[in-house]
């Protein structure tokens, strides 16, 4: 039976039962959550390769979007690190319009994900594969702040990893003494902060006492307001992009990247938001409420956006317990940017550098991806290959490879798992202890084979290698299958060519206790009429006796026919 709550916004659920303690509490965990997103979005946004202003717009239209609509009672949703590098890709290959198509396109995915029930499979993605592309995506960040860390006069920072370090090296002459200072001083106000207060964000006091100090010291450093001018004090208009058939095909990549970035980060985030309440989320539902905030984003002028962990586990740590506290911060940013969103132009570039500085190095997870070095090799291989190709060619193609290269590994394992024995003499007891004990009398010219593990098609091949290699041609072929819990097509294919193969020698197939899967695979394939239902045993005596018989006519077969021959 469906489950009829798959697509009920948590925000329904928690107003049943709803308080007045619970929303003085909500509320003040939403205007603390809008303030550190205030300075994460705009960072985001200008390392995304465009305007500030459209980080504030993400953060205040996807904001409130994921938190109404949204299958979890605390996320919070926004601009993140994770999209910067893939978000800056797009803007330098296809320009902020195709950025916009392809934000809408990705949002039509994610909802169709949500609606396909996709929400706990995607979640099933190999940890090694999110961790590689994580710790990837975090040193991309660090080196793209490079430029405004050290106030270097250059031109735009360059999309490709290695050609980044020849710009700086050709640059390296005019380091601007105040911006490095400036950075360095974000930096250590963001790590120290917590020891003096854990209320008040960190960035916070970073971005106001490093942009006064600049504008009282008369610092010569790059602001928001020198490179971008003074942002809008306003919500734009919705604005629908016109979208052309060509448009539409050259960003689909783009579009799956965003797709799957961003359910993968919101659901990630909506789990580790679940440990922290005791709470369980809507996967599906959560999925929906991405889609519908990455379609509402663009059109508003922002950028993709999905769960963002950092200001949920905030939103959890100031009492924040349903939607309403999502819901606020995004008020919350609306408001700042309303009436104070002019004196962000005061904001050194400097400043935001070392803000993502510390994002990055948050992100890195450098002692997770230490630990996982020493996992099994299969593991380390997806880890150091998502990694490499995220900094070195393309988030898209780490993607693509890593899970590509993840399935086969599976593939390689569950085979491994897996396997043919020859048991004909003796067999392993019920309870798969490892004492032997003896088979009921195995008559001559039968052979017993049991199969072990998974019959998916990594095992196939080894299936039929096994068996090719039975010696002579027995007159009866007995497969054991008590401990082959699932079959897929290609096992199914491997045991009709054994079948066939086997008929041709003049031997007899005989298939005993398969489990329920199997046999309901069996059931519904051509298999079974090759098989015969008669020769499918219930037991392996039954499959003795049975095999009994068989031996027993063709022995009375043969003296039948050498007596009419002598006759």
Same mark, same amino acid.
């Given at each position: ?17 709803? %308080? ?20 994460? %979005? ?113 031109? =735009? ?51 106001? @006492? ?38 539409? %095909? ?22 580790? %938001? ?60 609306? +408001? ?8 962000? =132009? ?113 095992? @196939? ?60 695979? +069996? ?45």
């Amino acid at each position: 039976m469906p489950d009829t709550s798959a697509f009920v916004p948590k925000l329904v659920t928690t107003l049943r039962h709803y %308080s007045r303690e619970q929303f003085v509490r909500d509320v003040i965990a939403g205007v603390i959550v809008g303030v550190v997103a205030l300075p994460l %979005s705009i960072a985001f946004a200008i390392a995304s390769g465009v305007t500030p202003d459209r980080g504030l717009y993400t953060a205040i239209v996807a904001g409130f979007v994921v938190s109404a609509l949204g299958g979890s009672r605390v996320q919070i949703g926004g601009p993140t690190g994770a999209f910067v590098v893939i978000v800056y890709g797009i803007v330098q290959q296809y320009g902020v319009g195709g950025l916009t198509i392809a934000t809408l396109m990705a949002g039509v995915l994610l909802i169709g994900f949500g609606l396909a029930r996709l929400g706990t499979t995607i979640r099933f993605i190999p940890h090694p594969l999110i961790t590689g592309f994580t710790a990837g995506i975090a040193v991309i960040i660090a080196t793209g702040e490079v430029k405004d860390a050290l106030g270097l006069q250059m031109g =735009a920072v360059p999309a490709e990893f290695i050609e980044r370090f020849k710009v700086f090296a050709q640059h390296a002459h005019t380091v601007n003494g105040a911006a490095t200072a400036v950075c360095v001083a974000s930096v250590i106000i963001i790590a120290l902060w917590p020891r003096v207060s854990r209320r008040v964000p960190g960035p916070l006091i970073a971005l106001i @006492a490093t942009t006064v100090a600049a504008r009282i010291l008369h610092w010569d450093v790059e602001t928001i307001g020198s490179r971008f001018g003074t942002l809008a004090a306003q919500l734009p208009h919705p604005v629908m992009p016109h979208l052309a058939l060509a448009d539409v %095909s050259r960003l689909v990549r783009p579009a799956f990247t965003i797709a799957l970035l961003g359910s993968i980060e919101s659901l990630l985030s909506a789990v580790v %938001s679940d440990g922290m309440i005791g709470g369980r989320h809507r996967s599906n539902m959560e999925l929906v409420a991405q889609g519908v905030a990455n379609i509402a984003s663009p059109l508003f002028g922002g950028i993709p956006a999905t769960g963002a962990i950092a200001r949920t586990a905030t939103n959890i740590k100031n009492g924040g317990r349903t939607p309403v506290a999502g819901m606020m911060h995004a008020v919350t940013v609306l +408001l700042i940017t309303l009436f104070f969103g002019r004196w962000a =132009a005061l904001i050194p570039m400097a400043t935001l550098a070392g803000i993502l500085l510390v994002v990055a190095y948050q992100m890195s997870e450098w002692r997770v991806f230490r630990a996982e070095l020493s996992s099994p090799r299969s593991d380390v291989i997806v880890l150091v290959s998502t990694f490499v190709l995220t900094v070195l060619v393309d988030l898209t193609v780490a993607i693509e490879v890593g899970m590509v290269l993840a399935a086969f590994l599976f593939m390689h394992r569950m085979a491994s798992l897996a396997n043919v024995s020859h048991v004909t003499s003796e067999v392993l007891d019920d309870d798969g202890g490892d004492d032997l004990v003896s088979t009921p009398p195995v008559p001559p010219g039968v052979e017993v084979y049991e199969i072990n593990g998974p019959f998916f098609f990594g095992a @196939a091949e080894t299936f039929k290698d096994t068996l090719a290699r039975v010696a002579g041609k027995p007159r009866v072929l007995i497969l054991r299958m008590r401990r082959v819990p699932a079959i897929d097509a290609t096992g199914l294919h491997a045991l009709t060519d054994v079948v066939h193969r086997s008929r041709r020698d003049g031997t007899l197939v005989l298939v005993s206790e398969v489990q329920p899967q199997p046999l309901q695979a +069996l059931n519904r394939s051509i298999l079974i009429n090759e098989i015969g239902e008669e020769n499918l045993c219930p037991t392996l005596e039954a499959a003795l006796a049975r095999a009994r018989e068989e031996v027993e006519l063709r022995r009375l077969f043969d003296s039948s026919g050498k007596r009419g021959a002598v006759a």
